[in-house]
């Protein structure tokens, strides 16, 4: 009987049964095979399945990045669940809301990281923790704030007879929830299928031309799409992916030495940072593609890469979590478009459209509109954002065809007589810095919880490179505002990449007629 993927989970099945020895993960020291990552999967999910986790149950899981993590995701879909990758840098109150807000019952962590959580697990939603063994994982067994603690099983404790049992799931339930900031409020979950997944793996897999001999340098958080992409794309053809908690830039040559990366996919600050150490000849010359994505890549880095990748393809693309990748420019149109974010990956249609869902003609404005397989299923447990961002799109001459969501992006593009689209801007506040998507009131709400802030408005100022530097515009609640305070509270209560890189004390804040802040003008003013 010939098996179909239908979960996520198969890509990792079929490479592991194809070829079990080839190399599938790389972490530090330790490279792990096919067959043997396909071991410890199966081990961990029997591990979820004995401990109660039942169809569709959330699984959050917050660690560097490290093999136990890809296991433990794969493990989750083996086993029937979804998984919620939570970005390391994140800090305890950030990581309290997604879990809360995800429910999970289940979160798969380290034993020092579990030992910063008691407040953000205390609502009681975490029933059990699986903490990856090491140093401090002699907790297994306990009862500890009500919920149960175990060390997650590897490959050698694990009974190879032992297989979890087959879950329900079909490839249009949910397999994951990634967390990305709105434009308003707390991070929201975009929840993504079986077949978002699949489809996106085999589609990327296909235009970067990946196959077995390609080495994955995964240098982006797999919480975040592009990151994610870089792991279900090497599992659909075979390849070797390389694990990389990225600290400096000169580190980014030696690991593509060290295993031969014919691969690397960035953000453009990431790829400044690149630009700017010393590549050995050899080293670059075995890199056969390279990839930016989330934001515009400055002419000028894009021409020194192409100079140190002198026979690598560069792929300049664009994509949204709600639908996870999007557009590509071909290598072939880049000396003609170098400004372009290219046309529709494999097996997507993209669309520019006016309010009204009318197309635009070509060099008018409008917003992009992703139909097709990858278009997610919507916002965790949010029907009116659902609502706003999944709409229907009208099929002229179909009118028979039952409604077909597509995500309406919220970004302003523009298509030329040939197709290719340009990025003109987003039609929210979002702050968009590091390839980060990051929510202004959620600066603000920091801001806040200093007690020495009244009025707060965060501001995304575009600046080459990273998109927006992050300004945030302040008031005392009494006498002179210690900007210099404020930063300090920020830098503890707040991921890095959402600090502002300033602070500005006002006497008032400027406010619209209906009383809210003037963020456009405060924008115009701090743009000045």
């Known amino acids: 009987?010939?098996?179909i993927r239908t979960n996520v989970h198969h890509l990792l099945s079929e490479a592991a049964a194809a070829a079990p020895s080839s190399p599938a993960l790389s972490y530090k020291t330790e490279t792990i095979s096919y067959g043997g990552l396909g071991d410890a999967v199966r081990a961990v999910a029997v591990q979820l399945q004995e401990l109660g986790l039942e169809r569709g149950d959330r699984v959050a899981i917050y660690l560097e990045k490290r093999i136990e993590l890809v296991v433990a995701m794969f493990a989750t879909s083996a086993a029937g669940g979804v998984f919620v990758p939570i970005n390391h840098v994140l800090k305890p109150a950030q990581l309290g809301h997604i879990v809360q807000d995800s429910g999970a019952r289940f979160l798969v962590t380290s034993a020092d990281r579990l030992a910063q959580l008691p407040a953000a697990l205390a609502d009681g939603s975490v029933e059990q923790v699986l903490v990856v063994g090491?140093?401090?994982a002699d907790t297994a067994g306990a009862d500890t704030a009500g919920y149960r603690v175990a060390t997650l099983r590897d490959v050698e404790s694990a009974d190879?007879?032992?297989?979890?049992s087959q879950p329900a799931a079909i490839d249009i339930d949910p397999a994951a929830i990634l967390y990305t900031s709105g434009s308003t409020g707390k991070p929201k979950g975009v929840v993504l299928s079986h077949r978002n997944l699949l489809v996106g793996a085999e589609s990327v897999s296909s235009y970067l031309r990946n196959t077995s001999d390609d080495v994955i340098l995964s240098v982006l958080p797999l919480s975040f799409d592009a990151g994610l992409s870089q792991v279900t794309t090497a599992f659909a053809v075979g390849a070797h992916?390389?694990?990389?908690?990225?600290?400096?830039?000169?580190d980014v040559p030696k690991l593509c030495a060290q295993h031969g990366v014919t691969g690397i996919t960035g953000v453009p600050p990431l790829w400044l940072q690149i630009a700017d150490v010393a590549w050995p000849e050899d080293v670059a010359a075995r890199v056969r593609y390279w990839a930016n994505t989330g934001g515009r890549m400055p002419r000028t880095v894009l021409d020194r890469l192409r100079s140190i990748f002198t026979g690598a393809d560069?792929?300049?693309m664009y994509g949204l979590t709600e639908a996870f990748r999007s557009t590509y420019l071909d290598p072939s149109e880049v000396d003609r478009h170098p400004d372009s974010i290219g046309k529709a990956i494999p097996n997507a249609e993209i669309l520019v459209l006016r309010p009204d869902g009318t197309r635009c003609a070509p060099g008018e404005e409008g917003e992009l509109v992703h139909r097709g397989a990858l278009v997610a299923l919507g916002y965790w447990n949010d029907p009116e954002r659902t609502a706003e961002r999944y709409r229907p799109?009208?099929?002229p001459g179909q009118?028979?065809?039952a409604p077909e969501l597509a995500v309406w992006s919220g970004d302003t593009v523009v298509a030329d007589e040939e197709g290719f689209l340009y990025f003109v801007g987003r039609t929210d506040d979002m702050i968009k810095t590091s390839g980060y998507r990051v929510s202004p009131s959620e600066i603000e709400?920091?801001?806040?919880?200093?007690?020495v802030v009244r009025d707060a408005v965060a501001l995304g100022v575009e600046e080459v490179g990273i998109g927006h530097r992050i300004v945030l515009i302040a008031t005392s609640i009494e006498g002179i505002l210690d900007t210099a305070v404020v930063l300090a509270a920020l830098r503890q209560a707040l991921p890095l990449y959402m600090v502002p890189s300033r602070i500005e004390a006002r006497d008032e804040l400027p406010r619209s007629p209906n009383g809210k802040f003037d963020r456009n003008l405060l924008k115009a003013q701090v743009s000045a």
């Open 160 to 164: 190879p007879s032992t297989e979890p």
């Open 314 to 316: 560069p792929y300049l």
């Open 134 to 136: 090491g140093a401090g």
């Open 399 to 401: 009118a028979w065809r």
């Open 241 to 250: 992916c390389v694990l990389m908690n990225y600290l400096l830039p000169r």
């Open 393 to 395: 799109v009208h099929h």
């Open 1 to 3: 009987m010939t098996t």
């Open 445 to 451: 709400e920091a801001a806040y919880a200093t007690g």
